[in-house]
């Protein structure tokens, strides 16, 4: 098994506008005979879960999410034919994924995909995540609309994920990408914490967002399984 989540802590990189993770003590063993913390933590910090309400009103909250993937199978995406980590706000094409396909298989057979983009490395120095240019844009790589669009509409994925914080490239000022997941009723999944001996293909992802009632994504627990 591998931990692909990112540990949540105080004041951890978030978007702009999103609340800021906050730990205060509650109660001490010393005064109260236990100890306890109050947390403040926004529904996409970290490694999180995103449900199809974030962007379309009226669509599934993330205590929606379906029980047949909280354990589901998955497959990565990482580009031979592209520089590795990707170029600061690459769009992956479909073009790209179907050279994917013709080295590692298919990807009809899974339920999410992961594009590896080479981000989960900027964590060790948190303050270049959510990096931008001199003009304030973000330089996160992600996908095209048609791309998402595509490996939902003829490979059947319904959790398109990514070690970058966006589904859409940094540069998006729409979520073109992000809104046509979710009106598709699929998932994103942001922030996962790759590894590099995870296998390309055929292994099991276990998600475990909390049961958030009315939420739009919750923080959550991602372990690969092989
Ligand atoms: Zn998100």
Known sequence: ?????????????????????????????????????EWRVGEHTGTHLGSPSHFLKGEATIDQFPQDLFCCTAAILRFEHLPY?????????????????????????????ILDTGWTERWQAPESVFETDKNGILLHPGFSEAAVMWLIGERGIRII????????????????AGKAVANAGCWHLENVRLNSQLPRRHFQLSISPLPLVGGHGSPCVVYAIE
């Open 1 to 37: 098994m591998k931990n692909l989540t990112h540990p949540i802590i105080p004041d951890m990189p978030e978007w702009s506008g999103d609340p800021q993770t906050f730990r205060t003590l509650a109660a001490e063993i010393t005064s109260d005979g236990f100890a306890l913390n």
């Open 85 to 113: 980590p990707l170029p600061l706000n690459y769009t992956v094409s479909i073009e790209d994924i179907l050279k994917d396909e013709e080295l590692h298989g298919l990807l009809s057979e899974y339920q999410c995909i």
């Open 161 to 176: 994920g990514t070690d970058a914080p966006g589904i859409d490239p940094g540069k998006s000022q729409d979520f073109i």
